[in-house]
């Protein structure tokens, strides 16, 4: 079974978007650049869901980790602030994950791939730009806004998945949008 965990974007979006050139990149599910350049080995890897959606008003810690995290694998950590806020609401680029430097280093030491949130970020906004250069200097990318992780946790219903992660070749971009497709397994 594929899910597309893309964000959908619709023509008065990117109407918005086009109108500020810089953000171009960070349209719909996109990671940021950080000077780094995403690695074509990344683009199929071993996903793993955590649900972190009932953790609220403090950050999260190693301890609400619900599986041992794999080397190479491609972490996505449901939040559902995509949905309880909306993608680009007034409020959705202060609201996010709230990983603590303690997991995003657990991360880092387990050696992931790639970190995803269907959030604007895996820290509070003043923290984004670090945690993301942060990462990307473990050669680590953290994808934003990704959807129907809903569909994705009934699918998956605990176990990994294949996941395919697809940026586009802009160039001279902070940003950089991208597709990512889940394949589960059928059981």
């Given at each position: 079974m594929?899910?597309?965990l893309s964000l959908t974007i619709d023509k008065q979006t990117v109407?918005?978007?086009m109108k500020v050139p810089n953000k171009?990149?960070?349209l719909g599910t996109h990671f940021d650049v950080m000077e780094k350049e995403f690695p074509l080995e990344c683009v199929k890897r071993v996903g793993r869901l955590v649900d972190i959606s009932a953790v609220r008003d403090r950050e999260v810690?190693?301890?609400d980790l619900t599986s041992p995290i794999q080397q190479g694998e491609f972490v996505i950590f449901r939040?559902?602030?995509s949905i309880d806020i909306g993608y680009g609401g007034p409020n959705y680029n202060f609201k996010s994950a709230e990983l603590s430097d303690e997991v995003v280093d657990h991360l880092l030491q387990a050696g992931v791939s790639l970190i995803g949130v269907d959030a604007a970020s895996v820290q509070k906004p003043a923290k984004h730009f670090q945690v993301d250069q942060r990462c990307a200097a473990h050669n680590v990318f953290i994808i934003e806004n990704l959807s129907?992780?809903?569909k994705l946790a009934q699918a998956a219903d605990g176990r990994t998945f294949t996941v395919y992660c697809a940026p586009l070749n802009f160039s001279g971009l902070t940003?950089?949008?991208c597709r990512v497709v889940a394949e589960v397994a059928e059981i």
């Open positions: 594929l899910i597309d109407a918005e978007v171009m990149g960070h810690t190693v301890d939040t559902n602030y129907n992780l809903d940003g950089l949008p």
